[in-house]
């Protein structure tokens, strides 16, 4: 699996990928908008993790650019936690929301959920579903 991390912090990359490394093939990082968008045009990820604070751009943009050019699985792991917030980023396209700090376990665990869901969608070659 390779994991694209989006986060100004540039402890918080070295964490993520420290904790995602024996997780995942690779973790590719960036610590600003700008250089994760062009890592994401060119490494094509698996799935990717964003911030949403982040300094030069507001990532519910960047979360809406990378749903403009990309499919990919999309996690938001914020330290903000509020409703709104939660439901911004999720009408904004991303998958998945979750709230710094968390457990390294359960952030792999969403993470293997979201990658795996494409690929079973392509082996049983089924459309997403609409529940009404």
Do not use: F
Not at 11 to 16: H, S
């Amino acid at each position: 699996m390779r994991v694209l991390v989006i986060d100004d912090d540039i402890g918080m990359t070295d964490l993520l990928t420290i904790l995602l490394t024996p997780a995942s093939s690779e973790v590719l990082t960036a610590n600003s908008a700008e250089e994760g968008l062009e890592l994401l045009r060119k490494e094509r990820p698996d799935v990717v993790i964003l911030d949403l604070m982040l300094p030069e751009q507001e990532g519910w943009k960047v979360c809406s650019t990378i749903r403009e050019i990309s499919d990919v699985p999309l996690l938001i792991l914020s330290a903000v936690d509020t409703p709104g917030m939660v439901a911004q980023a999720l009408d904004h396209g991303a998958d998945d929301y979750l709230t710094k700090p968390i457990s390294s376990g359960t952030l792999i665990a969403r993470l293997n959920k979201l990658v795996r869901r494409p690929t079973m969608l392509k082996k049983t070659n089924h459309e997403p579903r609409m529940i009404t």
